[in-house]
């Protein structure tokens, strides 16, 4: 299967979630949306990277203030490729035994798209109910980081949880949610 070929594909999946769920993305238009992300190969490459590892990308939004449409993981729980995994570099680096696989910021990054912040993570769930089994890894504050603590979110009890954990730690049922502006 060629490249073009897989491209065309995760624009057909893209254009059929979004159509599905509209009640993400109310005042959004998937011609004005296929525009922007055809207006950069590197958007369809980290889309089609969202879509590889679990994550069911979608639109949740418009941001006024860019003019750019905001893609983010809308699977159910945790996207499952990307669980397992500690916080950063540094932290995967210090951890001394059973290292884990990779960890949530360089995977983040080689996929072209930025780890959900507090709010974007918020903004989320706003557009449904997610990550009720998991969690998910969460841009912590640098002060806090350089405590050597992370941030992670989840919902329970039909409300949004933030906690903390070390940024060594990881675990089966923690992975990470992304965002793509596009």
């Known amino acids: 299967m060629g490249n073009d070929t897989i491209m065309e594909g995760i624009l057909e999946k893209l254009e059929e979630r979004f159509s599905a769920h509209m009640e993400r993305h109310k005042d959004c238009n998937w011609e004005a949306v296929k525009k922007r ?15 590889r590892t679990g994550g069911e ?14 893609y983010c993981d809308c699977s159910a729980e945790s996207p499952s490729g990307r669980r397992s995994l500690c916080y950063d570099r540094q932290a ?20 072209g798209i ?10 989320l769930q706003k557009t449904g109910d997610y990550d009720f089994k998991t969690s998910s890894w969460i841009e912590t504050p640098e002060e806090m980081r ?9 919902k329970r ?11 060594e730690s990881y675990y089966a049922s923690r992975g990470f949610r992304g965002m793509l502006r596009v």
């Open 57 to 70: 990308p979608d639109v949740i939004g418009f941001d006024v203030k860019t003019g750019r449409y905001l």
């Open 157 to 167: 009890y039909g409300r949004v949880f933030y906690y903390h954990n070390g940024v």
């Open 146 to 154: 350089r405590l050597g603590g992370g941030l992670f979110g989840d």
């Open 37 to 51: 992300i055809l207006s950069d190969e590197k958007n369809l490459v980290a889309l089609s990277q969202m879509e």
């Open 114 to 123: 930025t780890i959900l912040t507090e709010a974007e993570y918020a903004l």
């Open 92 to 111: 995967l680096e210090a951890r001394k035994k059973n290292k884990p696989s990779g960890d949530a910021h360089t995977m983040a990054e080689e996929m």
